[in-house]
């Protein structure tokens, strides 16, 4: 259908759509009108892609000196492909309404060896690819460097956006990661004996670049002084590199030098915590090192990679990392600690020393971002509370909209079960883990939700550790042998492969009725990506709240650094971790307003209100005082009601007028009054 | 197998393990073993790296940088400086590796004795770069300083509420007697040492080694004179405006030419404040003049 959203021609190839795309299209136009950045919370399942795309597209058309570029970075492939699906469908849809043939160019770039078709990037409308390309340095560095400042971003998904910059700025340094990189030394070494005696102009007129500070063509251009990479600060572009690392044979004595210090400080045999100043410091008192030249590191790595023509630049993985780790340490003095374990935490007795660089400031890879493009998007299911986002990643947006899902019949139904049958309080704490009652109580939930649910359920716990230990004790007191009775049961473990094989059968077993429960864990690879729709997940129960392992030293130092920043209490930014996991797993079950699903909550701590509310505004909704501290009994008499009624057929013609528009109740007056009163401002 | 102990080792590249310089210096001092050369005990290093050849370096860079110190203000130029550092880089590898050393060392010694001045006053400074970290570490610590302070502070105060209550339910039995007086008074003079406890400590934290301006006492301010830039001299031209009409009489010729009979003459008031009929004169004729001309295609 055509829409006009004030004033702006959007084409939606669609018949139909929700009240909430449209509200969604309003608030995305208004902040391109703003010309400023938006955090938009939208329920998944609602068509969120589709509504981002048609409004941009129309936007791009309308006004295509206004927005050159569309950038879309989703997280993993999956996503990525499901976006070129819906922009083909948009496309066609396109060309069948207006007749002409399209001129619009879409590039997707999926993984890392499919790396930048320059020419091609410049001319395309729409790019479609992961965050890392313009969140890591080392990467945007490569691919992103043609992008145009007048381009609309949309990071997908972002909820753990925080992380994926954070994850981009920090170095870990493994003994093994030493080894290897001695090894490339000593090949560059050989390398630049071996070309002093066949080519040694290369090498001449590589120094006399250096001297004369002049730039490779190809790094000093004014879009980059824009983008402002930051592992590369604007000073160094300016500077000339200094004389310590002028030549080949000085610099590859620089690395040795730096690299022994490095291995020097991992023979400690107690932990070592530092800030950047106080391991410069120590750098120079030991190896006379200074800051500066280790802020040249990478640029001039890079310069003798190329005058050596080193054909194949993976295997200097080692020496490059070692080079941008002097680099990161030597620019930036706040935001980031050293940490160096001579073991880990959880195996004292096996030496493995590692020595940490963290970000704790998921700021600082993320703002040549901000500032450099007009509109920066970020969008998700769950991205509650909105008002944490522009604090952490250090922003100021034009809106803050989260929007709730109209439903015609209510086809959530969340429960927070808060006590067993005994009125043993349920609560994966610490102090709790190993008791008898608490996980017997538990499994007794599993076992009446199995008896009565259709189909599959999901299980989630806080970690692989609890999961392992929950269900040897299950196993023990013969409670899986009765849930087994019911439904077959798979489990997710670390191995990739096992996982994908166990959710194979799972969906089997769902489909041919016999029915499946599968047990996996809050962080790992089947909370973040897969999708449980109608059949494949009819229960989502939630055993514990998923914090975070809370003595790891980074994160402690982490939350030191934000509390001290920006003034976020530990506590909160915990719970508000924790619970965006929680939301996270939860919303796996419902991908659509026909599809139904029963969220379990399964710990008495969900019911304080300053967990319940950093849930996402479209569940929080539907949680009633009735449902806050339920009983495994009362969870189940709840759940039979809320499938009965679920149970009875459903037509669309039942959602018309409510949760499904045409065009014509879309324009009507009311409809539009109701539609300007579901975004929710922040 | 006997335990070997850390390994020390020597300028010239000498390696014994600790047991072995002892027993070799029982006697006071001894010959190396492979090369004959008198060695002294107090010569011996731990080595720190594993890199044998890295740790000589380290040795030889420290004693050469005690002589090589000069800072990048000393020069003119930043390309200057870079060339200076190179010659360093040189001279350090040139004796690392045994090249040359002979001429290497008389370098060093000249140039010690033309820089002794230089060398001396900046013996006690350190480089900028040095100092720009020193700077961070000393705000770093300050900080934590303050937290620290601040904790205790909040510490305190939980403490005296506590001791309030109790004292206040104290006081409310024994109402009747007289020493309550007396206990009010040691209390409150409690209450005053902790305050001026709190306080001595807010002192320490005060930066003592700050100017005024907020420059560190310690940091090295440049008194070089700034950079000269030789440019092009500039020449003046005067504007020409285009009037598109007949040129306009010169200002002093007014009044010889008749315009200012036909302007209000300037009474005294005006002339005091350098006002004269021919400027407002002038002005009229250029509007009249400008635009006459037709506008040539």
Known sequence: ?682 | MPKLSPLKRMFPGVWRCENCVEMLFVRGSGNCVQCETPLRKSNFRVQLFEDPTVDKEVEIRKKVLKIYNKRDFDFPSLREYNDYLERVEDVVSNLTNNIDVENTKLQMEQYQRENRDLIQKNKVKLTREQEEVEELLLLEKQGNEQRRLELLQEEQRQLQAKRKNKQALLDELEHSQLPATMLLAQHKVRAAKLETQIEQQKQAVKPTSLFSTGINMRQTVSLQPPPRIEEVLYQYKPVHVETYGPPVPELELLSRLGYLNHVRAAMPQDTAGGYTSALACHRAIQDAFSGLFPLKR
Not at chain 1, 208 to 218: D, H, W, Y
Request: charged residues 25%.
């Open chain 1, 1 to 682: 259908m055509k829409l006009n959203i004030e004033g702006l021609l959007v084409y939606f190839p669609y018949d139909y759509i929700y009240p909430e795309q449209y509200s969604y299209m309003l608030e995305l136009k208004r902040t391109l009108d703003a010309r400023g950045h938006g955090v938009l919370e939208m329920p998944s399942g609602t068509g969120k892609t589709i509504s981002l795309l048609s409004l941009i597209v129309a936007y791009q058309k309308a006004s295509p000196l206004e927005v050159t570029k569309l950038i879309y970075c989703s997280r993993t492939v999956p996503e990525i492909e499901k976006v070129v699906e819906e922009l083909r469908k948009l496309m066609e849809y396109y060309s069948k309404q207006t007749g002409e043939s399209n001129n619009f160019m879409a590039l997707a770039l999926s993984s890392r060896k499919n790396l930048c078709i320059h020419p091609e990037l410049l001319h395309a409308n729409i790019v479609v690819y992961s965050y890392h390309y313009l969140l890591d340095p080392k990467i945007a560095d490569l691919v992103s460097k043609e992008l145009a400042k007048k381009s609309v971003v949309v990071f997908d998904e972002a909820h753990n956006i925080d992380n994926v910059c954070i994850d981009s700025m920090s170095v870990n340094i493994t003994r093994r990661t030493l080894d290897r990189c001695q090894g490339n030394v000593d090949t560059l070494h050989n390398a630049i004996q071996k070309i002093k005696e066949t080519d040694a102009e290369k090498l001449k007129m590589e120094y006399r670049r250096l001297v004369e500070g002049l730039k490779e063509a190809n790094v000093a251009r004014e879009t980059d002084v824009y983008l402002a990479n930051p592992v590369l600060p604007d000073e160094i572009l300016k500077e000339a590199v200094p004389g310590t690392i002028r030549t080949a044979e000085h610099f590859v004595g620089f690395l040795k030098r730096f690299l022994e210090y490095l291995k020097s400080r991992l023979r400690v045999h107690h932990v070592v915590q530092e800030s950047t100043p106080q391991f410069l410091k120590d750098i120079f008192d030991k190896v006379c090192i200074d800051r500066k030249p280790l802020r040249f590191c990478s640029e001039r790595l890079q310069s003798l990679l190329r005058t050596l023509e080193i054909a194949d630049i993976a295997d200097f993985s080692a020496v490059t990392l070692i080079s941008n780790f002097a680099t990161l340490v030597s620019t930036y003095s706040q935001g980031f600690t050293i940490i160096i374990e001579p073991f880990e935490d959880r195996t004292p007795t096996i030496a493995n020393p590692v020595l940490h660089f963290s970000c704790m400031d998921p700021s600082i890879a993320i703002k040549p971002v901000f500032q450099r493009f007009q509109s920066v998007i970020i969008t998700s299911g769950t991205l509650s509370p909105l008002d944490i986002y522009p604090r952490i990643l250090d922003f100021r947006p034009v809106t803050m909209a989260s929007f709730t899902m109209t439903l015609a019949r209510t086809c959530l139904c969340p429960l927070i079960v808060g006590r067993g049958n005994d009125q043993v309080a349920l609560s994966s704490k610490f102090e709790t883990r190993e008791d008898f009652a608490v996980i017997r109580n538990y499994g007794n939930l599993l076992l009446e939700m199995s008896a009565i649910v259709p189909d599959g359920i999901v299980a989630f716990f806080t970690s692989y550790v609890y999961m392992e230990n929950i269900v040897a004790s299950w196993y023990e007191q013969g409670i899986l042998e009765n849930i087994q009775r019911n439904k077959l049961i798979f489990i997710e473990t670390p191995d990739a492969a096992e996982t994908s094989m166990a959710l194979e059968k799972y969906q089997e077993a769902c489909e041919n009725g016999r029915g499946a429960i599968l047990l996996s864990v809050a962080r790992g690879k089947v909370s973040e990506g897969i999708d449980f729709v109608h059949h494949f997940g009819r229960a989502v129960i939630m055993f514990g709240v998923p914090y975070v392992y809370t003595q790891s030293r980074i994160l402690k130092a982490r939350l030191e650094y934000l509390r001290d920043q920006f003034q976020i209490r530990e506590n909160d930014f915990l719970t508000f971790d924790a619970m965006r996991h929680a939301a996270q797993c939860v919303g796996r079950v419902i991908r659509g307003k026909t599809d139904y699903g029963i969220m379990i909550f399964a710990d008495k701590r969900y019911a304080r209100a300053d967990k319940r509310g950093k849930l996402p505004r479209w569940i929080q909704e539907h949680i009633n005082d009735g449902s806050l501290n339920l009983t495994v009994d009362e969870t189940v008499q709840l759940s039979k009601h809320f499938l009965r009624q679920m149970a009875q057929p459903f037509r669309q013609e039942d959602q018309l007028g409510l949760s499904l528009l045409t065009l014509e109740q879309l324009e009507s007056e009311e409809m539009l009054k109701k539609i300007s009163q579901i975004a929710h401002q922040t």
